[in-house]
């Protein structure tokens, strides 16, 4: 994500529910009658319990181990790793799978010790499998073959000065730059997100050297809502999941970002919106997202005209210009 989300910010959270109901499976099933009665099942429950628990536990305490490290040894780890790391959160890549063994664990509960429940254990199955779903997308969006964009015309000429409005650690601008192996990026971040270590700025610069663009793109720290840059400054912009982010200031920064593009320019904007992958991720948080339609209405009010509009990487795109 970029550096403009603020919901990871409620991480600490979700860890805090997850220890409670992890020390409650452990704890508090296993005197279940039903459950007693099955040693494989009492077993199962107690390693699930741990699982969530101390799943929850290190979700907690990763972030300030990752800044006590990187105060003792700040070159250690990226010494250690190599290619490229876009700052994925441990919870936001591992929450999902430790949630549906939970889910799935509640199932086979109900169902033992409370047959005729069979409603509600068929209703934490299903939660179980959306849960998995949810978790293999997340998982498949931290493979290089997706830091891609989708096939649209976006540029208009070689030599274009490219916006990545919203870059976080550099998904989107290791994917234009491969798009095209000559035009000039602009990365921009408030790089204040408090998952990634320095807000991700460390981690993009490092990217950035990884590929070998670093001559090709200039790091700008700045908001969406208060762009850094004169009026028609780029021939286009691209932003992918930041503005969705900006909550009730989305329509401020599409204002902003048409004012900043030249007339004729084109804009690549790429959101969430509700759907069965965003499902899949979020369950009916899902059903709060801006719709389609309504980031129709939106890109319109801000002096921009539609000219393709699709999906990508379970994400909604529009090419507006």
Sequence with gaps: MNGQDSSHRHGWLVGVI???????????????????????????VHVVGALVFFGSLRNLVARPLDRLCARLKPEGRAAERSGLDFGWARGWMNGLWIAALAAGLMAVVVQMTAPGWWPVSFLFLLVAVNLLAGNALVRSIKRLDHVVLPMVSLLADRQDTVLDAGCGAGRTTVALAKANQHVR????????????????????????????????????????????????AFDCIVSAHAVDHLGSSKERGLLELRRVLKSGGRFLLIVWVPGWAMFALANVLSFFLTSKESWRRMVRRSGFSIVDEGAHNGAWFMLLE
């Excluded at 020390?23 to 494989?40: E, N, Q, T």
């Design 185 to 232: 990026i602009v990365a921009l971040d408030r790089f204040d997100a408090a998952y990634i270590k320095d807000g991700g700025r460390a981690l993009l610069v490092r990217n950035l050297q990884t590929v070998g663009i670093s001559g090709r793109v200039r790091v700008e720290k700045g908001d969406i809502t208060e762009l850094p840059f004169p009026d028609g």
């Design 18 to 44: 997850g220890m409670v109901a992890g020390l409650a499976i452990l704890f508090h099933m296993p005197s279940i009658k039903g459950v007693a009665g099955v040693a494989a099942l009492v077993v199962a």
